[in-house]
């Protein structure tokens, strides 16, 4: 070979040639992906995702609702069955009432939920929603599960035996009920306290029934509770109790509500109530002398005789101070005392008449005479 043959290129031993592109063929193959894919193929991503999402809490949101809808459901049919003394099948629907807020509480707290509740304004009824969802757990494990323990206490037909109400039941409830109204109080603060969702008026309108609903069930505890501490001693569970019952007419208007029309003497003796005097107004009749409420008292009611004269007797708006007069007034036309005074108008009389007529009224005594008139 000569000098000359040395300077030519000499092919590789793999037999293999060098390709090399011109600046025409690789603009076109940069052709085949537009200027700015990156950036489209990333927004397409991202609406992907935010939709996969949106249909993500949308779910949820759907399973939240119903599940709220059905504890809602389970705890009137609970309640119904407590009122009816069917402790078993109140059971069930506890469990059921349970099982289905604590669903609700699980997909409100779920991460799209907890991610969206975050943000300012566009989270407020997100938030609200998993408020709602923990006030509904708490109602059912710490208001209806325990409610379960004191059926018989807070059942009329279970509670009333033989037209006597039994006091040693309703006593033994009391700790009890103490702790669920302690509870229920505690959670109506919680709904007080849920933030107002910006939009969604679903949202808007539950946190408004819940808030109802826990207020009135607090007030409707807290009247059972207090009720269960005083209503034993109050009716006669440690020696007989009697009461002057002022009778208000709505036909004249007083302090306290109307002119006292009539009155009884309502007496309690181990649970066991009877009326044995009923009378109307007139037969308050002795020459009373006044007691001393007071110079105040004296200044503004002392020219009407208030403590002295039946039909005056309650001008004052101060209940304490006519119950106090009628105390005398008994004492005095009867030579008899009380250990307490309590007032009712027709109305409110025909509703009670309405519940519990059939065992407290057909023991009265319906003389127009009184106990021992002296």
Known sequence: MSDRDDDLPQPDDGDSEEIVESPDERGSRRRLW????????????????????????????????????????????????????DGDEAAKFV????????????????????????????????KAGQQI????????????????????????????VDGRVDLALLRNAAPQLSEISTAATKLDDQASAISEPKYLSAIRDGRAALQAQTSELSD???????????????????????????????????????????????????????????????????????????????????????????????????????AQIWKSMWEQQSGTTVDGVMAIDPVALSYILGAVGRWLWPTAKRSRRTASLS
């Open 34 to 85: 537009p200027r700015g894919w990156r950036g489209a193929a990333f927004a397409g991503l991202l609406l992907l995702a935010i939709l996969a999402f949106g249909g993500w809490l949308g779910y949820e949101a759907t399973d939240a609702k119903s599940s709220l809808e059905g504890a809602r459901g389970n705890a009137q049919k609970a309640k119904e069955a407590l009122s009816n003394g």
């Open 95 to 126: 469990d059921e009432a349970m099982s289905d807020a604590q669903q609700a509480r699980n997909a409100t707290h779920w991460l799209p939920w907890n991610i969206v509740s975050v943000v300012p304004w566009l989270g407020s009824p997100f």
């Open 133 to 160: 969802s923990d006030v509904v757990v708490g109602l059912a494990a710490d208001v209806l599960r325990p409610s379960l323990h004191v059926t018989e206490a807070i059942t009329p037909d279970r509670l009333l």
């Open 220 to 322: 409707l505890l807290d009247h059972a509770a207090m009720a269960a501490q005083l209503a034993p001693r109050m009716m006669g569970a440690d020696g007989p109790r009697s009461y002057f019952m002022g009778f208000q007419t709505n036909a004249e208007a007083r302090g306290t509500g109307g002119l006292l029309g009539g009155f009884g003497i309502l007496r309690f003796d181990n649970g066991k109530p009877s009326v044995d005097t009923l009378g109307r107004n007139s037969e308050l009749n002795k020459p009373f002398a006044p007691i001393d409420l007071g110079p105040e008292f004296a200044a503004r009611y002392g020219s009407m005789k208030a403590t002295t004269d039946s039909r005056n007797s309650n001008q004052t708006s101060h209940f304490p101070y006519a």
